[in-house]
């Protein structure tokens, strides 16, 4: 059954009517789907969303070791440096490109650099490639729309082994918005206020436009895990720089560091909040306690930068990825 067909209320099976909030997909069943759209001439982008350390990176490499036999391979595709992966998707054909941290190649924030109108650019113009690419973000919409609307399915992990499968709406009349974010804004605030009156009720994923069923996952095993991390550690490094292993600096502590250095600004500290999967929030609370306790009469809002200064939209990136690295 094509996977559209899904975004039905109901479907059947035989004689029976089957609800949608019913439907599991297997893993096997996904990679089959992307395969075969690959395969049929159609392009076949995949965004994984969900909090850090919930299995974003897991089904992503579930998805790609399934293609093993087809051209997989994870040293070559699996991928941090936004360079490398144009060059995958513009230099090979029906091949594959793991970007296990694409908040570096098409976040919005990074609306005007080079980099990122050069990720729309080949996304668009090799479309005919027929690559399979799969990106992991901890936020669906911290991509630029953009990019964003050139994915055709969104794997959101819940919690840790179950994710929900998300499809735009083909052949939409009335909106220009595929993945009809404002109706499922609103699905997702009713949702969170039955919850809130009822501890007891369970989120109604089934109810967003777009949703099309649950998968169910497993984690990797712990060979697969060492060279996964093998690899990452060894990439990243390269991406950003650095030299040698230097000591890893606890998160709120490096943002510590540069707030009372004077070079953070609100915009940069709520985007490092959003790499982390951290509520902003918590994060300025935290900071004001540090500097409560380190004898500083003031709060984060006296050391936040007010005023962009000149060149400030080309320096903002710059910025993050000099936090990113040690993270």
């Known amino acids: 059954m094509h996977i559209r067909n899904l975004l039905k209320r109901e479907w059947c099976i035989g ?3 089957v609800s949608r909030a019913s439907v599991i997909w297997t893993l096997k069943e996904v990679t089959t789907c992307i395969r075969e759209r690959q395969l049929n001439g159609y ?17 992503l490499f579930k998805i790609f070791n399934s293609f093993k036999k087809s051209g997989f391979n994870q040293e070559k595709h699996q991928e941090y440096s936004r360079d490398k992966i144009i060059n995958l998707l513009a230099n090979q054909r029906f091949g594959f490109c793991w970007d296990d941290e694409a908040i570096n190649s098409g976040y919005k924030r990074d609306f005007q650099t080079k980099g990122r109108k050069d990720m729309i650019k080949i996304l668009t113009n090799y479309r005919d490639n027929f690559n399979i690419i799969g990106s992991a973000i901890p936020f669906f919409y ?3 729309r953009d990019l964003r609307e050139l994915f055709y399915l969104h794997i959101h992990v819940i919690e840790r082994g179950i994710a929900i499968l998300l499809m735009p709406i083909e052949a939409s009349i009335h ?3 595929p993945w009809d974010t404002k109706n499922n804004i609103k699905i997702e605030m009713q949702e969170n206020a ?3 009156k009822d501890p007891n009720a369970k989120f109604r994923y089934h109810r967003f436009t777009t949703f099309v069923g649950y998968l169910y996952f497993g984690p990797m095993t712990e060979k ?3 060279i996964y991390k093998e690899i990452k550690q060894r990439k990243r490094a390269l991406t950003f720089n650095i030299e040698g292993q230097e000591e890893v600096i606890d998160f709120n502590q490096k943002i510590y560091n540069a707030l009372i250095e004077g070079k953070i600004t609100q915009e940069v500290l709520q985007q490092m909040c959003l790499i982390e999967g951290k509520k902003y929030s918590s994060v300025t ?3 004001n306690i540090m500097l409560r306790d380190n004898g500083i009469g003031k709060t984060v809002k006296d050391f936040l930068i007010k005023q962009r200064p000149k060149g400030f939209l080309n320096n903002n990136k710059e910025q993050i990825d000099t936090l990113l690295p040690d993270l």
């Open 224 to 226: 697969q895990e060492n």
């Open 175 to 177: 909106t220009t918005d």
């Open 15 to 17: 004689d029976k009517m």
């Open 43 to 59: 392009d076949a982008n995949i965004g994984v969303s969900g909090k850090r350390g919930d299995g974003k990176s897991t089904i």
């Open 142 to 144: 911290s991509l630029d």
């Open 194 to 196: 039955r919850i809130k």
């Open 285 to 287: 609370t935290m900071l």
